[in-house]
């Protein structure tokens, strides 16, 4: 377990840092100067190595998970994270999306955790998914389905509600739990597919909101010409893109490299890919280089040994 839970948090966190310096740098931008390693300044004006809010609610959630699964715990994490108290790379939070920003002051005034996410059409950024990575390592033995569902569900509303986000958590998760079963991305890949259509239909859930997963769940999402893969901030294109990325390469570093360089939301589909690429290739793969320059790495490992602990 321990090798997963570093590989999978450092994978998040490294990714993200990858794309923090180029982030909204169109693709074109990007194919003219590719990010091949660490970059310093850039858009955020950031050191190399630094994380952001993508990192930053992942480890908060990790910690939180360290004890135990409580709800209140994990919003309180995330309203220190947003008070620069936990969490930070650097001491201060440089970039957050507006809907967790919407949600953290709904945690502030007291607002039942799984009520703070907002919950319409238009509350669909990618802002949970991009940290929701540590709960793969939660809910890894967990062999009810509907069980599996509802925690992922409760924990991407404290800033995510509505169902598109929560079905896109909800897929990822599950895929990460495959590949720490020891399957390859194929089969785990083919397994989601089949899994996240049956449990929709069982469930009854509507069937336009799950025909917007059909490019994840019904084709093979490796096999769309990259002119076809959207690198924005929608929840969808954050999914997709990520699944892209790791299922068409062969290592850590072309997964994560890959993604940065699609463009637009860089840190965060760095992020996603990285959290399935660190799982699958293990955390030897990622580069030295890389993690000798991470923000923080000391303190991510302590957590990592502690959440690992935890969980056994």
């Excluded at 990858?18 to 310093?40: D, I």
């Excluded at 404290?158 to 079963?181: D, N, P, Q, W």
């Excluded at 690198?231 to 954050?238: A, H, K, P």
Aim: glycine share 8%; with cysteine; hydrophobic share 40%.
């Amino acid at each position: 377990m321990k090798s997963f839970v570093k590989a999978g948090i450092f994978g998040v966190c490294v990714g993200d840092a990858l794309g923090v310096p180029v982030e909204f740098r169109s693709r074109e931008q990007l194919k003219r100067s590719p990010v091949t390693t660490m970059r310093s300044m850039g858009t955020h004006h950031q050191p190399a190595g630094t994380w952001s809010d993508d990192g930053s609610l992942t480890l908060c959630l990790a910690d939180s998970l360290c004890n135990g699964y409580d709800l209140e715990n994990m919003a309180l994490k995330f309203l220190q994270w947003y008070n620069a108290e936990i969490w930070t790379p650097l001491g201060r939070v440089f970039d957050i999306g507006i809907a967790t920003s919407q949600a953290i002051h709904r945690i502030g005034k007291g607002t039942f955790p799984t009520l703070c996410g907002g919950n319409s059409e238009f509350d669909n950024g990618n802002g949970s998914l991009m940290r929701i990575l540590p709960l793969a390592f939660y809910l890894k033995d967990e062999e009810d389905i509907e069980t599996l569902y509802r925690t992922v569900k409760e924990v991407s509303s404290i800033t995510h509600g509505h169902f598109r986000s929560v079905f896109a958590c909800f897929v990822y998760v599950v895929f990460a739990i495959e590949l720490i079963k020891g399957k390859n991305k194929e089969e785990a890949y083919t397994h989601i597919q089949k899994m996240a259509l049956d449990f929709s239909e069982n469930q009854g859930f509507n069937p336009k909101e799950i025909r917007l997963f059909d490019r994840v769940l019904k084709n093979d999402m490796s096999k769309y010409p990259e002119v076809e893969i959207s690198s924005g901030g929608y929840v969808l294109y954050s999914l997709e893109a990520s699944l892209w990325c790791f299922l068409n390469s062969e290592s850590y570093s072309e997964a994560v490299l890959k993604a940065v360089n699609l463009g637009e939301d860089t840190d965060t589909t760095g992020a996603i890919t990285g959290g399935l690429a660190g799982i699958y290739y293990g955390f030897e793969a990622i580069p030295e280089e890389w993690i000798e320059v991470l923000a923080r790495k000391e303190d991510i490992e302590k957590l990592c040994e502690k959440l690992n602990d935890k969980l056994k």
